[in-house]
C-alpha cells in the first residue's frame, strides 16, 4: 500500500504568481505538486552545499520552476516560489 501524499499549502507570494500565470502554466503547476506530494524528496535539493537544507526543493519543467518546502511534522509541503519565464 503507498503511503498518503502530503498536503500542498501555497504561501501568499507563490499564491500571487499562481495567480498571473495562464492556464497551461497553472496545470503544469498542479502536475508538479502532485508528483511532490505522491514523492517529496523525488526533485533536487534547491541548494546541495546546505547540509541543513534538504528539506527545501526545487522542481523545474521547461520555463516553469517550482521551490517547496518538505514540512515533516506537518506532513506537508509548502509552495514558497514559482517563477515562470513566459
Known sequence: MN?????????????????????????????????AAADPWGF????ADDDEGEDV?????GQLSVTYWINRPLHSLTVLNIIWLG
Open 57 to 61: 526543493r526545487y522542481a523545474a519543467v
Open 3 to 35: 503511503p498518503p501524499s502530503y498536503a500542498v499549502r501555497v504561501s501568499a507570494p507563490a499564491a500571487k504568481a499562481l495567480d498571473s500565470l495562464p492556464e497551461h502554466a497553472v496545470d503544469t503547476v498542479w502536475d508538479i505538486l502532485a508528483a
Open 44 to 47: 533536487q535539493q534547491f541548494d
